[in-house]
């Protein structure tokens, strides 16, 4: 039974930790946007945009497509981090 309680104790530490960690992302997401001013939500597009940019430029309308956003969300983000 000790064995188990272990096992119980260690996977419920882990599952706090990565918590924590999720957390701490936010937090960093959170002052990222801050620093653009920008929202949290859109500052997650831009990092998606970042991701599906592979050099060649990423047209608001395409990847508003994508997501199921407005391509004038994506553009408000732009213009508010220049």
């Known amino acids: 039974m000790a064995e188990k309680e272990q096992l119980d104790r260690t996977a419920n530490e882990f599952i706090w930790n990565i918590i924590e960690i999720h957390s701490r992302i936010e937090e960093i997401h959170k002052n990222w946007a801050e620093i ?6 859109q500052w997650l597009i831009l990092m998606a945009i970042d991701e599906l940019d592979q050099g060649r430029g990423s047209a608001a309308s395409s990847r508003a497509r994508e997501p199921i956003l407005h391509r004038t969300t994506i553009w408000r983000c ?4 220049a």
């Open 78 to 81: 732009q213009a508010h981090s």
């Open 36 to 41: 653009l001013r920008v929202t949290e939500p």
